[in-house]
């Protein structure tokens, strides 16, 4: 890879709910993962599939329509978040897991 390549990596998806009282659909995610694929994001962090049902759903129907950016899920670095990410990834043309260790007590359990 050149070292003049810039990569964008956006995290709208995940991180634009960590407010208090902010949450998007699973139809909104996928419009603006849809938005960040044509203004050529070249990873879309689509959520954290372990945190709950609908946060693997909305990762997986995004994996599902995006063809030209990576899409990423977030896991603990621990097995089951792992496999998890990966099965909402898995219909995705790239996919990519995005692994963190906790350091919170909320994230720990």
């Not at 003049?4 to 709910?17: A, P, V, Y």
């Not at 996928?30 to 372990?50: H, N, T």
């Not at 609908?54 to 994996?63: L, N, P, R, T, Y």
């Amino acid at each position: 890879m050149s070292k003049d390549k810039l990569i964008i990596f956006d995290t709208t998806l995940r991180d634009g709910e960590q407010s208090p009282g902010a949450s998007m659909t699973r139809d909104e995610k996928i419009r603006i993962a849809r938005a960040l694929e044509l203004m050529k994001v070249d990873i879309i962090e689509a959520g954290f599939p372990i945190a709950s049902e609908g946060d693997f759903e909305s990762v997986q129907a995004v994996a599902k329509i995006i063809k030209n950016s990576t899409v990423c899920g977030l896991a603990r670095a621990k097995q089951v978040d792992i496999e998890r990410a990966g099965d909402a990834i898995k219909p995705a043309n790239s996919g990519r897991i995005h692994t963190f260790l906790a350091t919170s007590p909320i994230h720990m359990e």
